[in-house]
């Protein structure tokens, strides 16, 4: 889930096909280059996209060197099937294996570059049911106080969530602008529980469980829907859906 400018949501506020994928290793052929294609440059469901534009030098590169492999040094977009698969179980045998934790790192790395409060493994073409959130005190200073107390932000630490299941606690649903590292440059107003309990195993395969509400509770429930290839595209209010640059287009 993405970290969005406080005077952006402010300013909102005053103005008003899914695949069962489960490779046999964590991202061996079947997820990287078989049936799945984890994050592949092959349009979805055929629908024709333009057509990609490399310089010379970075097509000699790919060219030595290959494709990427996930998990992937960025972000998967809106459009790529990675997004829309249905996330496999890790395995027992996995759990706190060297692959898994290469997982877990890539998360950690890409969530904290891009200053975005959760990542799941499917945004990184990996189709494993594992996801990290954090939302540091350094970012929480970055809003409004107003816009704090509107959305009930606080602060909390790392943390990670293998195989997690989702309760819901509170089932009152708050409407609050909401976007996604996957869907870069939009928002919308969504619809989420107020509170939520998300309970799973952390890297090491130890019993990990969470209640959280507010906002806190509303990054659950984005992570949670990308392992069940769900955006928040298909939850919003698409009226109020967001490019966070239109004012920039119209200087």
């Known amino acids: 889930m993405g970290l969005l400018g406080s005077g952006l949501l402010l300013g909102s506020l005053q103005r008003g096909a899914r695949r069962n994928v489960g ?4 991202w061996g052929d079947r997820a990287a280059g078989g049936g799945a294609r984890a994050c592949s440059s ?21 060219l030595v060197q290959g494709a990427p492999l996930p998990p992937y040094s960025r972000v998967c977009q809106v459009g790529d099937p990675a997004l829309r698969a249905l996330a496999a179980p890790v395995e027992p045998a996995q759990l706190a294996g060297p692959e898994l934790q ?4 890539q998360l950690v790395q890409v969530m904290r570059r891009q200053r ?7 945004q990184l073409g990996v189709p494993l049911q594992v996801l990290a959130l954090e939302f540091p005190e350094k970012l929480f200073r970055a809003y409004a106080p107003p816009l704090r107390e509107a959305s009930q932000m606080e602060p909390f630490p790392l943390r990670v ?14 409407t609050f602008p ?28 130890e019993q990990v469980v969470w209640q ?3 906002w806190a509770a509303r990054i659950i ?31």
């Open 42 to 62: 092959t349009p979805a469901h055929g629908l024709e996209g333009p057509a990609r534009r490399r310089s010379y030098w970075r097509y000699v590169r790919r």
């Open 102 to 105: 290469r997982l877990v790192q």
């Open 161 to 174: 969530f293998v195989n997690p299941s989702l309760r819901v606690l509170d089932s009152r649903l708050v």
């Open 178 to 205: 909401e976007g996604c590292e996957s869907v870069a440059g939009f928002l919308a107003y969504v619809p989420r529980f107020q509170a939520v309990q998300i309970s799973g195993l952390d890297p090491r395969g």
């Open 212 to 214: 959280a509400s507010g």
């Open 116 to 122: 975005c409060v959760g990542l799941s493994a499917p």
């Open 221 to 251: 429930q984005h992570e949670m829907d990308h392992l069940q290839g769900c955006l928040f595209i298909d939850k919003m209010d698409s009226k109020t859906f967001t490019n966070i640059h239109w004012m920039e287009v119209n200087d």
């Open 23 to 26: 490779p046999a290793l964590l």
